[in-house]
């Protein structure tokens, strides 16, 4: 069974990418203290992205220390090799890029059978339509507000049209899937993504880049009473 994410919006998912490597464990346990509602893991392969970061063995290590929903973002060319992987590791949800497959509704599918929440991730150039016959099968998309590949990047204001244009969707249709913004979100466009139509924050820089992981994680939550 899928898991059920908390009511409350939007929900905060630090990225691990820029936690301390040689500390995972504590900085695991100190985001979950500091009020996350999801962690973020940034898997990357070289060649779908410029960048390489980790796979199932450092997921499924740092899943006996936290009871985080492990929120998986498959940077990676044909991601259908590996679901199984990665739903064994401890992912509870799990997102595939709509450009690193040409098999997009099959990998959806796949990730359901496995029990998994299942997401498609747009990089800031891919329009919304390829999505038009797919969004009734997905519990959420994410909206790269960043080119993919590394943390710390400035968000493309851009993207905030493409939030609206999804949320439109999403009512029109009737649907109840979630809106996932990554990249380059912090106090000043936090508020932006939220009022576009966001559900679920991603943030490395802005909650792993702080000093006080809980301030940094409520000033995203409610960025005006900050
Ligand atoms: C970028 C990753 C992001 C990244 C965000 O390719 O998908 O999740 O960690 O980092 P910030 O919040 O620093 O832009
Ligand atoms: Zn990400």
Not at 84 to 94: N, P, R, S, V
Not at 165 to 188: H, P, T, W, Y
């Amino acid at each position: 069974m899928p898991l059920n994410l908390p009511e409350r919006r939007p929900l905060i998912a630090p990225s691990l990418l820029s936690a301390d490597f040689s500390q995972l464990q504590r900085e695991v346990q100190a985001v979950e203290s500091a009020g996350a509602d999801l962690l973020h893991l940034d898997v990357m392969d070289g060649l779908f992205v410029p960048n390489l970061t980790f796979g199932p063995p450092v997921i499924s290590a740092i899943r006996k220390h936290t009871s985080l929903p492990f929120d998986v973002h498959l940077m990676i060319v044909q991601p259908e090799r590996y679901l199984q992987e990665f739903a064994k590791a401890g992912a509870d949800l799990i997102c595939v890029h709509a450009e690193a497959t040409p098999h997009l509704h099959s990998a959806v599918t796949t990730i359901k059978k496995l029990g998994k929440l299942a997401g498609v991730s747009l990089n800031p150039h891919t329009p919304l339509e390829v999505l038009d016959y797919l969004l009734e099968e997905l519990d959420f998309v994410l909206i790269m507000s960043v080119n993919p590949g590394f943390g710390g990047q400035k968000f493309i204001p851009q993207v905030l049209r493409k939030i609206e244009g999804l949320k439109e969707r999403i009512v029109k249709r009737g649907l109840s899937l979630l809106i996932e913004v990554d990249g380059g979100i912090n106090e000043e466009t936090a508020p932006l993504v939220i009022s576009a139509g966001a559900d679920i924050l991603v943030a490395g820089t802005a909650v792993f880049g702080r000093s006080d992981y809980a301030s940094a994680i409520s000033a995203l939550r409610s960025p005006r009473q900050v």
